[in-house]
């Protein structure tokens, strides 16, 4: 079993609040706008809430997995962007306390202390999205520095971040041959192309990052050369439970929300929608779906953060499970909620279309739906 501390009950009460009021109100106008909203990035920094997995003595909580899927959570049932902004920042934290050495720590902590500032995990390449292996940018040490040729795509908060946490190929004999450099917004030979164009997660920033010849200072391998693979294989893939689950969550249990409160107001041939079966028993599987994705991700996470820096294959399955179920269900509940909006669900007036554009972007990103079931099917195979 798992229950939440008061601590982590009272952050959740705290996001909660937070985004209700000063978060949701401003949705509408990203969405159609596609605008990065600064005013609400300060309004999560003002909260701290980005720098939740800071250790205590630079102004953070060490926050454990569970207590940043429950922010996640709560900022995505207004706002998937936002839910990502806060993924993508705590994750490259989670990552340099992890495998940084102390210099690294104490230094890149410092300044990520004011709590205002973001931070991009950077892997996909054009030709190497779900398959990193197929990875191109590579990095060669000459002298103090590593210069660094290629690009990333699909970068969320390119161009607003004040490091870029980069996976590189650092040699040529083995597909295992990456290494993670932490790269400053300001590298010479660090360009940003045009912000990506997109129909769901509007609001967050993602560009390409082109690197041609870019100085990167040594000092800046985070963990040892070719212990990048290890990063994401044993690390960083745990993420995806308080990352995108957790968005997907957050997407699914607004849908649900809205369409309940829908079709308990719209009355058709004399009654409310909510009282014909056909409808109330799809708004009972949504709900059966969102706890069973719910219960999964928290299960999850729990196991996470008990296991810490060992996490078991089954765990590592069960992330998988949880990413996948969960961005499904995200993609089922929104579209009955637009189909018992009927024609009021496929106007931009009504928010349920707009759940289901960013419940569609997360059944793609950090891991197609169809790598995780690869990876669960390998577990599979394995642990019988």
């Not at 969405?31 to 720098?51: G, H, M, S, T, W």
């Not at 058709?268 to 969102?290: R, T, Y």
């Not at 990413?323 to 579209?335: G, I």
Request: charged content about 20%; overall charge negative.
């Amino acid at each position: 079993m798992f229950s939440f501390t008061v601590e982590q009950i009272m952050i959740q009460e705290m996001v909660r609040k937070l985004t209700k009021e000063k978060i949701l109100p401003r949705v509408p106008e990203i969405d159609e706008n596609d605008e990065y909203p600064e005013d609400i990035v300060r309004i999560l920094a003002e909260n701290a809430l980005l720098k939740l997995a800071l250790p205590e003595n630079y102004g953070g909580i060490d926050s454990d997995t569970t207590t940043l899927s429950l922010v996640i959570t709560e900022l995505s049932q207004a706002s998937p962007p936002m839910g990502s902004l806060v993924l993508s920042t705590q994750s490259v934290i989670k990552i340099i306390n992890r495998y940084g050495s102390n210099e690294q720590r104490a230094r890149i902590f410092s300044e990520l202390s004011t709590g205002d500032k973001l931070l991009a995990f950077c892997l996909t390449e054009p030709n190497a999205g779900s398959d990193a292996h197929s990875m191109q940018t590579n990095a060669v040490l000459h002298g103090n520095n590593y210069i660094v040729n290629g690009t990333k795509c699909f970068i969320t908060l390119a161009g607003v971040s004040e490091y870029y946490l980069v996976f590189v190929r650092t040699g040529e004999k083995r597909p295992n041959d990456i290494s993670a450099l932490l790269v400053p917004k300001n590298a010479p030979g660090l360009s940003i192309g045009e912000k990506d164009n997109k129909i769901s997660m509007r609001g967050s920033v993602t560009a390409e990052l082109n690197f041609d010849d870019a100085e990167i200072p040594a000092d800046n391998l985070i963990g040892i050369e070719g212990g990048g693979w290890e990063m994401l294989a044993n690390y960083s893939n745990s993420m995806r439970c308080w990352g995108a689950a957790s968005i997907a969550l957050g997407i699914a249990q607004a849908a649900l929300e809205y369409a309940v409160k829908y079709a308990k107001k719209r009355v058709q041939f004399g009654k409310p929608l909510s009282q014909f079966q056909a409808i109330q028993f799809m708004l009972v599987d949504m709900e059966i779906n969102v706890e069973a994705a719910r219960s999964l991700i928290y299960r999850t996470n729990f196991q996470v953060d008990e296991e810490g820096e060992n996490i078991t294959p089954k765990t590592m399955a069960l992330v998988s499970m949880a990413k996948c179920f969960a961005s499904d269900v995200a993609m089922k509940v929104t579209t009955d909620a637009v189909q018992i909006l009927g024609g009021y669900g496929i106007m931009k007036d009504y928010p349920v279309q707009r759940m289901m554009r960013d419940a569609k972007a997360v059944q793609i990103f950090d891991g197609t739906n169809q790598v995780q079931r690869m990876v669960i099917g390998k577990s599979l195979s394995k642990r019988y």
